[in-house]
C-alpha cells in the first residue's frame, strides 16, 4: 500500500511539474506574440496588478493600466520591424524570464528583459524592461 501511495504523490508531482511547464510555454508564446506585433493590449493582459517598467526615459512602478498606455505611447513611437526571444528561463525563487531583442522601424534596438512571478497560480509580468543598445 506504501508503494502505491509513492506511486500516486510521485505522479502527482509530475503532473504539477508538465501544467506549469505548460503554463510557462503558454504565456512565453503570448508575450513573444505581442512584441512580435507591438500589440500593447495584448502584453497588458499578462500583467500584474502593478508592474515595474523601464522605457526610455520612464522608469518606476506603475499600475496594470498606466503601464499599457505607457507601452502603446513606445510602440507608436517605435513601430516593431522585429522581435526576437535570445533566451528564457527560471530562478530559484520561481520566476521566470524572457530575454529578447525588440528593433523598431527607425533602426533603434532595445533589450527587453521581461520578468514574470506566480501570483495566485498564474505567471504574470511583474517587470519590463526596454533598455536602447
Given amino acids: ?13 509530475i503532473l504539477g511539474q508538465t501544467t506549469l511547464v505548460g503554463q510557462n510555454d503558454d504565456i512565453s508564446n503570448t508575450v513573444t506574440a505581442a ?5 500593447a493590449s495584448k502584453l497588458a493582459i499578462n500583467f500584474n496588478s502593478t508592474i515595474d517598467l523601464q522605457v526610455d526615459k520612464t522608469d518606476g512602478s506603475f499600475s496594470k493600466k498606466q503601464a499599457e498606455i505607457i507601452i502603446s505611447e ?7 520591424k522585429s522581435y526576437t526571444s535570445n533566451h528564457m528561463g527560471s530562478s ?13 522601424t527607425n533602426g533603434k534596438k532595445y533589450r527587453v528583459y521581461v ?3 506566480n501570483r495566485d497560480g ?4 511583474n517587470q519590463l524592461q526596454f ?3
Fill in 74 to 80: 513606445f510602440f507608436k513611437k517605435s513601430p516593431v
Fill in 92 to 104: 530559484d525563487d520561481g520566476s521566470n524570464y524572457i530575454i529578447g531583442t525588440y528593433t523598431s
Fill in 115 to 117: 520578468l514574470l512571478k
Fill in 131 to 133: 533598455e536602447e543598445e
Fill in 1 to 13: 500500500m506504501r508503494l502505491r501511495s509513492a506511486f500516486i504523490f510521485a505522479l502527482l508531482i
Fill in 35 to 39: 512584441l512580435k506585433s507591438a500589440d
Fill in 122 to 125: 498564474k505567471l504574470l509580468i
